[in-house]
């Protein structure tokens, strides 16, 4: 995932629901799960939330996942679950070989010990997401991601992302779609997803996926798995052109690209809106002109149901709030966004889940 150079925060305010089809091209109406999905009843067909940097804030001598919503440090749980009720958690990145991952400087260990547990007994879902920019996640054997998954299976494990973005030869992707494919036949109703970057052409060429992510869904087809998504990183474009987005006044409209790059893989791909998601970065992303604004997050959360798609998530909560002082670009604690206020985004995000149906 495209990201500013301090890990930024996110406390995944992922809330679960499922969609229907709403009144017209951006209505929608969605129930919000009460409880986390688990291997038994399987994750929701629509998932919201936003990720989180487990790295910042934290004390790698108990590593508990830790916020800092005003600069004071305080445990998620103790935060998070009281100012978003039932939110869950998309915990990031993993790195390494599956059942030797470590967090940063931290075991795998050592995170599931101080946090798995406490998750489960809270009643809040969380996402174990892996790789993410400038680190890889590989898987060798059958036995390494049985351990990986282990480690942090509970009823309140949502899914296992994989975030793709460098480094890795075809033979690591297809060893890591392999693993995936046997660990789903013990837990069928597990979810995977998988994180790559798009483009956003709107010049008629479908422009979209680059050459890493047409290697994981050939591998993802080739090799048969089943309860997966593609998870689009909506960011970061480049220079606004036609090429690579949809233009508004000579920039990038963001909340309209990101529908586009859902459309170009839908037709040029084939892959179902259902198995679809999006990841915006919110706020001044890292390409500066290319602003995600709150309105494009009203945009998409209103798509959810229209097109059905399969999640929305963002990069990240902790900058969903405006900078003390002025910054230049992408800031890792704030979203560089005059006058917004803090948590206006994982609001507009709810409003896909905000109708529940009688």
């Not at 229907?20 to 009460?34: E, F, K, P, Q, T």
């Not at 934290?58 to 749980?77: C, E, H, N, S």
């Amino acid at each position: 995932m495209h990201r500013i150079s301090l890990p930024a925060l996110a406390l995944a305010g992922a809330m679960l629901c499922t969609c229907a089809a709403g009144h017209g091209a951006d209505a929608a109406a969605a129930s919000a799960a009460s409880t986390p999905a688990g291997a038994a009843t399987g994750a929701p067909p629509v998932v919201l939330s936003a990720y989180k940097h487990l790295a910042q804030w934290q004390d790698d001598a108990a590593p508990v996942i830790t916020v800092a919503p005003q600069g004071v440090r305080m445990p998620y749980l103790a935060d998070g679950a009281s100012r978003f009720g039932r939110a869950a958690l998309s915990w990031a990145f993993a790195s390494g070989e599956c059942g030797e991952e470590v967090w940063g400087s931290v075991s795998g260990a050592q995170i599931a010990a101080a946090n798995v547990a406490a998750f489960a007994q809270a009643g809040i879902g969380y996402i174990v997401s892996t790789g993410g920019q400038g680190h890889m996640f590989t898987c060798a054997s059958d036995e390494g991601m049985e351990r990986f998954i282990s480690r942090y299976d509970t009823p309140a494990l949502l899914g296992i992302d994989f975030d793709i973005e460098e480094g890795q030869t075809p033979a690591q992707i297809d060893a890591l779609v392999g693993r995936a494919v046997v660990a789903q036949q013990r837990r069928p109703a597990l979810r995977f997803s998988f994180t790559v970057a798009t483009h956003a052409a709107s010049d008629g060429s479908l422009h979209s996926l680059n050459t890493l992510g047409v290697t994981v869904l050939k591998s993802v087809r080739r090799q048969g798995l089943r309860n997966y998504t593609f998870n689009l990183m909506v960011m970061d474009y480049g220079p606004a052109t036609r090429k690579v987005c949809v233009l508004r006044k000579g920039r990038c409209d963001m909340g309209r690209s990101a529908l586009q790059a859902a459309h170009n893989v839908h037709r040029k791909y084939g892959i179902p809106y259902n198995q679809i998601e999006l990841t915006p970065m919110l706020g001044v992303n890292d390409v500066v002109e290319n602003v995600f604004t709150v309105a494009d997050m009203q945009r998409l959360a209103r798509a959810v149901a229209q097109l059905k798609l399969a999640g929305l998530h963002y990069w990240s909560l902790d900058r969903d709030t405006p900078c003390r002082q002025p910054v230049k670009g992408a800031d890792a604690l704030c979203s560089g966004m005059a006058g917004v206020p803090a948590g206006a985004y994982l609001r507009a995000m709810g409003a896909a889940a905000a109708e529940r149906p009688q």
